[in-house]
C-alpha cells in the first residue's frame, strides 16, 4: 500500500515540479531545432532522411560504473568536455554547468556527462577527486574516461573539431544538449551570459516537449 502511494505521488508531483519549473521563467514553447545533417537510412534516398543521432561510446565514471548510450535511454542529457589539471577554461566551464544542475538535479529523466579529453592523466580516482569539487552526484552527473581514440570519436560524435593527426580535441565552454532520442538539440557557450540563459530555458523546453498534454 505505501509503496504504491509513493508511486502515485510520484506520478503527480512531475508534472507539477515541471509545471511551476516552466512558469518560472519568461520561455517561449516553441520545439528546439535538431543539430547536424539529416541522413537517409538507406544511405541513397534522400526523400525520407532521419535527425543525427549520437553515435554509441563506452566510458568509465568517477564511480567505476561503465556507461553506454544506452545508459541514457529515455534521459535528456547535457554533455560537455574538459580535463582535471585545466586551470582556467575547465573550472569557469563546470562552474556554470553545476548552476544548471543544482537547478535540475531533481528531475530523474536529467543527467550529465563530462568526458575528459586527458585520459591518460585523468585517472577514475582523478575524476572521482574532481566531481567533489561540484558536489556532484555520481548517479546523476558523470565525469567519465577511456582512451584517447575513443574519446576523439566521442568528440566527432558530438560534432565538436577533432584532430585525428595528432588525436586532440577541442575541449571548449560548450554544453550540448541531448535528447531521449540522442538527438543534439543545442549547444551553449558556457561564457556566455545569454547562451547560459538559453540553456537554462531550452531543458525547460525539452523537458515540456515530453510533458505535454497526450505524450
Not at 548510450?69 to 580535463?83: E, Q, R, T, Y
Not at 586551470?87 to 575528459?116: G, H, Q, R
Amino acid at each position: 500500500m505505501k509503496k504504491s502511494f509513493y508511486i502515485a505521488a510520484g506520478v503527480i508531483l512531475i508534472p507539477v515540479l515541471i509545471y511551476f519549473l516552466l512558469k518560472a521563467g519568461n520561455t517561449n514553447f516553441k520545439r528546439l531545432p535538431y543539430l547536424g545533417e539529416r541522413i537517409a537510412p538507406d544511405g541513397v534516398n534522400q526523400k525520407d532522411t532521419l535527425y543525427y543521432t549520437i553515435p554509441d561510446f563506452d566510458v568509465t565514471d568517477q564511480s567505476g560504473k561503465k556507461l553506454s548510450l544506452k545508459s541514457f535511454d529515455n534521459k535528456i542529457f547535457i554533455a560537455n568536455f574538459f580535463f582535471a589539471s585545466c586551470k582556467e577554461v575547465c573550472p569557469a566551464m563546470n562552474k556554470k554547468l553545476a548552476l544548471i544542475y543544482d537547478k535540475f538535479k531533481e528531475f530523474s529523466e536529467i543527467e550529465f556527462i563530462s568526458f575528459t579529453v586527458d585520459p591518460e592523466n585523468d585517472s577514475i580516482t582523478v575524476l572521482a577527486d574532481y566531481a567533489k569539487k561540484y558536489k556532484a552526484d555520481p548517479k546523476i552527473w558523470h565525469f567519465t574516461n577511456t582512451n584517447m581514440n575513443a574519446t576523439c570519436k566521442i568528440g566527432q560524435g558530438f560534432l565538436l573539431p577533432v584532430s585525428n593527426e595528432d588525436k586532440t580535441i577541442d575541449h571548449s565552454q560548450q554544453l550540448i544538449l541531448v535528447d531521449k532520442e540522442k538527438h543534439i538539440r543545442g549547444v551553449y557557450n558556457s561564457f556566455d551570459e545569454e547562451d547560459m540563459k538559453r540553456l537554462n530555458d531550452e531543458l525547460k523546453v525539452l523537458l515540456y516537449e515530453y510533458h505535454q498534454p497526450g505524450k
